[in-house]
């Protein structure tokens, strides 16, 4: 089993920068993604650079504007790379392949070895810039797959964000993106950020078209359920943990993918909806015996993993028919 590395402690406070200098803007694309060149294609004078950068582990956000027509160089990247255009377009090319253009529809998906052309991104265009570890994505397709995989994976160039897996995988881009340039997002908690983390990298693989990927979206064989059995003691040895569904595969000694249908199989649902369960179950019994002059819901919500306390909140009502106020209220101890 290839074992998922923790990524908590990487995450890093956004960059906000705003310039009319051509060689800051250089110096903070350098500093945030790759080195580049940058050739202005209009008046010296349009150029206005905005650019917001969040470093999410092996994951780079950007939120960039340049204000002007640009052309820029990058080399090879070293990395995987996706650019998506909410406004405006992006024309470019990687190694010798022909141009080209990018849209609100349709991102641009950039390999590692290959020499790297924006050749024309217009003034109006402002681009999310999502930045992928080489090793991070392949890691997270091997476990996927719970086999070697070969190097350098081959996305094809083009996403389709129309409709369908790219649409679905555009919106939580654009979800986490909002969330991580915010200083206080919850996307920078340690309850979250590994299962946002693992997400992204899930969708994208799901998403972007490459030659493992049908064999992703195949049924597998269920695992034993003396594996899937590991994976439940665990969640309910310590339910407060952020567990994400890669640790708990670990934790069973099968792959993710393998975990998940065991999951379905065996227990009729997924690993985190039945870790949701278990920790409202935990929720609901220390709220009905509970102080109420001792302890709050957001402090019994936050103890047992919740960290968004109005979901946490709509799930226990939906669960027990009453607010988790109402119980606590409740005097059911000595």
Known sequence: MVQAPTLRSSFEQPVQVRTNDV????????QNFYSNTVQLLQPSTAFAGRFSVARLGDITVGDLRFGTDVRMDFGELGAYHVDVPLSGTLAWHQ???EPLLSTATCAAVFRPSRNTVLDRLSGDCRVLAIKIKRTALETQLERLLDTPVQSPLQLAPVLDMSSGPGLSWLRLVRMLAEDAHMPEGLIHHELLADLLHESLLNALLLSA???YRETLTQRIPHCRPALVKRAVDAMEAHPEEPFTVAALAEIANVSVRRLQEGFRHYVGMSPTTYLRQIRLARAHDEL?????????????????????????SGAYRQRYGVAPSVTLRMTYGP
């Open 23 to 30: 060689d800051e803007a250089r110096l903070v694309i350098q």
């Open 95 to 97: 190694g010798s392949q």
């Open 209 to 211: 078209d490459h030659r």
């Open 288 to 312: 009905r015996w509970s102080d109420l002059s001792q302890v709050t819901v957001t402090d019994v919500a936050y103890r047992w993993g919740f960290t968004h306390l109005s979901r946490f």
